[in-house]
């Protein structure tokens, strides 16, 4: 398969008005349009870039003849429920976690779910190497507007779980949406569950002045104090786009995103008996033994939440989700969900009537190192096939190439993945103690030492 010029994992992500224009925009989106050739839903985040953004998109959609139906601004999820019940297509302008100068065009298709390479490599080479499709002047398509999404969403979200039992136990709950789309949901979904709500950089800013979007802890000092000051049950944070969910327990400790992915798979496998879970070869191993105990069966894919969702489509799968917090609930959203993710904690919280630091204690305990190392992008192939040929020829290590190479070894395993947007391998490791996993990590980066030039 060629090799994309554009898209990185989910969609292009640039500085606003510098690469990212409104040209680049429009005419992408006429690429896009071109193809899918039906109605398109668009919507974005809070950004200062996001109207201008959205309106390059439109343009460039209406010229290739496709429909466009404005959502607004909401959160990434909200916009891929739209796509997969009422649309053909859609694109999200949003930089998710990203500083404020950037931004960017997630593709989705007709499911909701981020677009297929093939998709891609159709749709950047119509934009370099041909031109989009242009219709006549009566066949130009037309513009409406939708603004009952966001509250189609939040009580769809209801819907999925025990709302009485969450009503019953007034929870207190302190939420920072760092400003982002976030700040049109959450507030309104905790409301309608009848928690005491306090929030906290919940009016939308492209600015971000509370904080910056990505809802790692230095980032959430604010809301880790409130709770603590407030004695709340939780602290919930969201990233730009509000697909990621990020929790902070009663104590005010920083909860991991894996610890929340293991903590709500083991409620939807004792809810269902069972089901198929999809995570990404990067995630702790907690996730397949919180399977194994409770009968789910653990797929892998590569990085990227995207291959996640397709996968449980594919697969009919239960749930699914990655280490950083983003969770997936297939029957609703096949993406990243912020609301089902509160939600369903929310519910975890109300039937187990326990501190949330205590359900966080009993789940599996391992510790992960992440390191980098600088790696030019053309030696990246052949340092990783000469790491899987030394592996394979003197150990008897298991070996998994479904991203990077990852070695599993008794006690842990390795993963060494080179960058899609940068010249570097990213090397993880995990282990049952810290010492165990640095060590583990800094032998993962010498063998790339060793085969770099
Ligand atoms: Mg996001």
Known sequence: MAKKRLFGTFGVRRTANDVLTPEFASRLAASYGSIVQGTVAIGGDTRTSTPMLK??????LL?????????????TPAIQYAVRNYYEGGIIVTASHNPPKFNGLKFVDEFGIGTPDDMEIAVEEMYFDSE????????????????????????????????????????KVVVDCGSGAGSYTAPYL???????????????????PGRDPEPI???LQDLIATVKDLGADIGLAHDGDADRTICIDEK??????????????????????????????????AIYDVAEEFGGEVIA???????????????????GGEENGGLI?????????????????????????RPFSELVAELPVYYQEKLKIECPDDEKEEVMSKIAEEIKTTTDFELDTTDGVKILKDDGWVIIRPSGTEPIFRCFAESDSMDKAVEMANWGIGLIKKYKK
């Open 190 to 208: 905790l409301k309608a569950l009848s928690c005491e709500v306090t929030t906290l950089n919940c009016q939308a800013d492209g600015f971000f």
């Open 329 to 353: 609930f297939p029957d609703f959203v096949y993406g990243r969900d912020a609301a089902m993710t509160v939600a369903k904690l929310l519910e975890i919280l109300a039937k187990e009537d």
């Open 63 to 75: 010229s290739s003849g496709c429909d466009v139906v404005d959502l607004g601004i909401l959160p």
């Open 252 to 285: 005010g400790n920083f909860v991991l995103g894996d610890k929340t992915f293991a903590l709500v798979e083991k409620q939807m496998l004792k809810e269902n008996n069972g089901g198929i879970i999809v995570t990404t070869v990067a995630t702790s191993q």
């Open 55 to 60: 309106h390059a998109i439109t343009a460039g």
């Open 132 to 171: 989009p499709k242009r219709v006549s002047w009566d066949k130009i398509g037309k513009v409406y507007h939708n603004e009952t999404i966001i509250d189609e969403y939040i009580k769809e979200t209801l819907k999925r779980v025990d709302v009485e039992a969450i009503r019953s136990r007034r929870l």
């Open 301 to 319: 894919t590569a990085v990227g939440d995207l291959l996640v969702a397709r996968k449980l489509k594919d697969t009919d799968g239960l749930f």
């Open 217 to 219: 802890e230095p980032n």
